[in-house]
Structures are given as structure tokens and as C-alpha cells.
């Protein structure tokens, strides 16, 4: 038998979800970024600390990402736009979820490519005409996966990725968004 190595420890993913399902506490994690308005619309976005297994958490390192509008926006293009890091987060998640799912299945994977295409109508987010959402209208995401798989197993990849993604998830379901000013 071969021996499937895709890089995720799906042992250790699979201790995790046991354990949570006797502490379902512990399971009740708060993701954090904070945002810093530099000039124009372009700010600096940081990540850093998160609650999750009770505690304060950290990652490794501090990321850092820039977030601004391109220069037909009369901007700097100093960074993608917020609504750009929506489809970043979504195809991450997905591909992420693929490489699990594969190795839980004992799939080799040789290569995972998505391509997630936005649909966006400027003109809600302008003012131009209050009919328009200012959200995408329709996203796409298409996989190209080569692994020793049949096609019928790659697309069941696909889907239970798609059934287990975070991102997906906020994107296609209703989530409570509160704003306030401190």
C-alpha cells in the first residue's frame, strides 16, 4: 500500500474533533484583524492574536496585509480590495479543505489549482443606482486537481471541502454582522 503524504496531519485533525465533541467550549474560537486607515482608502490590515481552546492564542508571526482600490478608482493600488480578500479567503479555504479531504481518503494529490472569479457591479457601491447590491452578484470557483484519483472521487473531494469550508459558509449563509463606534 502507498503511503500518502499531501502534508496534512489528518491524525492529529481527527484527535482534535473527538476531543471538541466532549468540550464543545473549547471548540468557541474569536478570529481577530484590526485595520488602519493609512490615506485615501488605502489601510493596513493585522493579524496577530485569536481566542480559541479557552485562551488567548497567537500565531508564529504578525501578518500584515494591505487593502486599497486599483488606480482606475482614482486610488493608489497600494494593495487588492477588501472584496478581493473575500474570494483570497474562500479559494484558501476550499484548497485547504481539498488537501485534508484528500488525505483523509488516502488520495494522493500531485497538484490543486481554483480559480475564483467575482461578479461585482460597481455601480451599488458608487451610489450610481440603489437597485444594485453592493456585494458580488456571483462567484465562481473552478479546480483543476491532478491526483491518483477517478474523476468521481476528485469532485467528491470537491464537495465535502465545500461542505466543511468556513468561508463558504459566511459567504453563502446569512452571519450576524454588528458595527460600532467605541
Known sequence: ?????NGV??????????????????????????????????????????????????????SVFD??????FAAEDSGITPIEYLIVGLASCLTAG???????????????EATV???????GIL?????????YNDIKV?????ADASRQEIEALVAQSQKRSAVFDALTNPTNVTVEVA
Open 117 to 123: 472569479e467575482g461578479q461585482h457591479d460597481i455601480r
Open 67 to 72: 487593502a486599497d482600490h486599483p488606480e482606475v
Open 127 to 135: 451610489g450610481a443606482d440603489s437597485d444594485v447590491r453592493n456585494g
Open 9 to 62: 496531519n489528518v491524525q492529529a485533525l481527527l484527535e482534535a474533533r473527538d476531543a471538541l465533541k466532549e468540550a464543545p467550549e473549547a471548540a468557541q474560537f474569536t478570529w481577530r484583524a484590526s485595520a488602519k486607515w493609512n490615506s485615501g482608502v488605502h489601510s493596513t490590515i493585522k493579524v496577530q492574536s485569536f481566542f480559541g481552546l479557552g485562551q488567548e492564542q497567537s500565531h508564529k508571526e504578525e
Open 98 to 112: 481539498v488537501a485534508s479531504v484528500a488525505e483523509n481518503r488516502g488520495i494522493q494529490l500531485h497538484s490543486v
Open 1 to 5: 500500500m502507498t503511503t500518502v503524504t
Open 142 to 146: 473552478t479546480f483543476t486537481i491532478d
